[in-house]
Nanobody, 120 residues
């Protein structure tokens, strides 16, 4: 079993920055693809950013140039650096990890989410 703990959310003003963290623990041999998603009130969950094992990244058009996803495989932790935040970035942010477990099973896990509110 794998547990994900997200942190770093909060209330900020437009233009400010936040760094989200997603720490994974449990039976993890290796991270595969990792990502951040978000869900704003009344909207569907959407992809924010993903990072693959090969080092490639992909971002939603709405966050390109402002957000950066990174991963520390040694610490089993995924980060999302969010700069120049806008009110439309307000959402619950979810971490998603695709892992290879010690039993050589490939599993997909979601965090419980952390709320980011951007408001003046």
């Amino acid at each position: 079993q794998v547990q994900l703990v997200e942190s770093g959310g909060g209330l900020v003003q437009p233009g400010e920055s936040l760094r989200l963290s997603c720490a994974a623990s449990g039976s993890i041999l290796r991270f595969n693809t990792v990502g951040w998603y978000r869900q704003a009130p009344g909207k569907e969950r959407e992809l924010v950013a993903i990072a693959t094992n090969s080092g490639s990244t992909n971002y939603a058009d709405s966050v390109k140039g402002r957000f950066t996803i990174s991963r520390d495989n040694a610490k089993n932790t995924v980060y999302l650096q969010m700069n120049s935040l806008k009110p439309e970035d307000t959402a619950v942010y979810y971490c998603n990890v695709d892992v290879l477990t010690y039993s050589f099973s490939r599993m997909d896990y979601w965090g419980k989410g952390t709320l980011v509110t951007v408001s003046s």
